[in-house]
């Protein structure tokens, strides 16, 4: 069965630059949660999806903004980006929205800004 | 607000060493508690996870995790490790009705020697 996927694996931008990361969920779970990890913390969560509405948003600015498409695939799109962006976003799904329930993560997207 | 604190940030261990991770949450209602690890060049990985009954959960690869809800504890055991845990290892909480707003800690490095 096919995981989590992500693309791109890596991303270079400069400051200022919109950028955009796409994830695709295991088959049948209809979540998608987004967490930014920077080097040495553990991953912050950004935002979860659930049949294409917004059920969660964590503390970043509003240059982060998402959607969720009618077959359960994810976008994150960061605007303006700031040196201080520069990390590995991670994405994961899980079957439904909310607790007990399991997430499981893609392998992330690099993104360097410079 | 929800927080996850791991005492230690670096671990080194010779093989067949036993190990215990500490992980301490912050939250006063119903949790559900992770341990995920990250190996080497991989994605993070579901090692074990705490919904609800017995507090001594088994995990994959012989990790365990106790739950002690009284020390708002959840602490990774393995009675001895093996060169190929060398690994991140995180600890994580959702709180329940939360959406999957996931709080991680800040990892643990473990470093195991041959």
């Known amino acids: 069965d096919a995981g989590v996927t992500q693309s791109p694996t890596h991303l270079i931008k400069t400051r200022g630059q919109q950028v955009t990361l796409r994830c695709s969920p295991i088959?049948?779970?209809?979540?998608v949660s987004w967490y930014q990890q920077v080097l040495g913390q553990g991953p912050q969560f950004i935002f979860q999806?659930?049949?294409?509405?917004?059920?969660g948003r964590g503390n970043f600015p509003d240059r982060f903004s998402a959607r969720q498409f009618p077959n359960y695939s994810s976008e994150l799109n960061v605007n303006a980006l700031l040196l201080g962006d520069s990390a590995l976003y991670l994405c994961?799904?899980?079957?439904?929205?909310?607790?007990?329930?399991?997430?499981?993560f893609g392998p992330g997207t690099r993104l360097t800004v410079l | 607000a929800q927080s996850v604190s791991q005492h230690n940030h670096h671990v080194i261990l010779s093989e067949a060493a036993s190990l215990e991770l500490g992980c301490n949450y912050s939250?006063?209602?119903?949790?559900?508690l992770f341990w995920y690890v990250q190996y080497p060049g991989q994605h993070l990985q579901l090692l074990l996870k705490?919904?609800?009954?017995?507090?001594l959960v088994k995990g994959i690869k012989g990790f365990e995790a106790e739950f002690i809800k009284s020390k708002f504890s959840f602490n990774l055991r393995k009675p001895s490790v093996q060169w190929s845990d060398t690994a991140e290892y995180f600890c994580?909480?959702?709180?329940?009705?939360?959406?999957?707003?996931?709080?991680f800690g800040a990892g643990t490095r473990l470093t195991v020697k041959p």
């Open positions: 705490y919904f609800s009954g017995d507090p």
């Open positions: 939250y006063g209602g119903t949790v559900n």
């Open positions: 088959s049948g779970h209809k979540s």
């Open positions: 994961a799904s899980s079957f439904g929205d909310l607790p007990p329930d399991t997430q499981y």
């Open positions: 999806y659930y049949e294409k509405e917004e059920r």
């Open positions: 994580a909480v959702i709180g329940s009705g939360n959406n999957n707003d996931m709080r």
